[in-house]
């Protein structure tokens, strides 16, 4: 299998001609024909327009067999996605673990959140953080605890710890999960979640924080999503009363005081 058997099935599935889509790309059509016949390998500024213009990865198109693709693989690369949002394929996950083999949750520290999306699946990069149990989580599942930079989701505030459970089918995830998003621009992000990939493929992000505006993240740009589960704060949160408790307060303010007079009174 070559890479031209690919971008042939590609274009047959647009129902497009060579001529057509060399034009697009800016290629001569003796080009793109020597690209699907295999006569000619394109390089990789060919690779990254074929990928942007067919929306493939670079790897998909490269390594897999399109032939073999089912109906559905198919649907994928129509909505333009390339991202195994349902997580059939196995996301590779590296992770510590104790001397008794047990996972452990691993702290990404503040220095370390810059590179956090070029080294979470690197080893090296891993065990060299600080690592720590929570006995009262489960050991079924897999745990990671993110730094909280900004003033975005309050209660939360900065210099907490977030613990997330890693989402392995983010189909499955609800609409206004709280949810540890990382995004290949943005690095560690959290934010409320609104599921959106039926419909447009992607995510709403919400703040808690009125004062920031919500905004869509393909799934393509997407590396991982972990479920708040718990965090770590140095500060209490503040408590505020709705409208009925403050109500209940002041009525009892007001009879306190009501007795407190009637005892002086007597």
């Not at 647009?14 to 295999?38: I, P």
């Not at 990939?197 to 991982?224: G, K, M, R, W």
Request: one cysteine or more.
């Amino acid at each position: 299998m070559g890479i031209g058997t690919n971008l042939k099935l590609l274009r047959n599935r647009r129902k497009k001609s060579q001529e057509e889509v060399a034009n697009e790309l800016n290629l001569t059509r003796s080009s793109y024909s020597g690209y699907e016949n295999n006569v000619a390998q394109p390089n990789l500024e060919s690779l990254i327009l074929f990928s942007d213009y067919y929306k493939v990865s670079i790897d998909d198109l490269v390594r897999r067999d399109f032939e073999k693709y089912k109906e559905s693989d198919w649907e994928k690369i129509d909505k333009g996605l390339h991202t195994d949002v349902k997580g059939q394929k196995l996301r590779v996950l590296t992770s510590m673990v104790d001397q008794d083999n047990e996972d452990l949750i691993e702290l990404i520290p503040v220095k370390a959140s810059a590179g956090y999306t070029a080294g979470y699946a690197d080893p090296d990069y891993l065990k060299v953080l600080p690592t720590f149990h929570l006995p009262f989580l489960s050991k079924d599942r897999k745990y990671r605890s993110f730094p909280i930079k900004g003033d975005s989701m309050p209660p939360v505030v900065e210099g907490s710890f977030v613990i997330g459970e890693f989402v392995q089918n983010w189909m499955s995830i609800r609409s206004g999960t709280p949810c540890i998003v990382i995004t290949k621009d943005e690095g560690i992000v959290f934010k409320v979640v609104h599921n959106l990939l039926s419909s447009e493929q992607s995510f709403q992000l919400c703040s808690t924080n009125p004062f920031y505006e919500p905004y869509i993240v393909h799934a393509n740009d997407i590396l991982e999503i972990w479920k708040f589960v718990n965090y770590i704060s140095p500060e209490l949160p503040e408590v505020r009363l709705d409208d009925n408790d403050l109500s209940k307060s002041l009525k009892t303010l007001q009879k306190e005081v009501h007795e407190l007079k009637t005892i002086i009174k007597n």
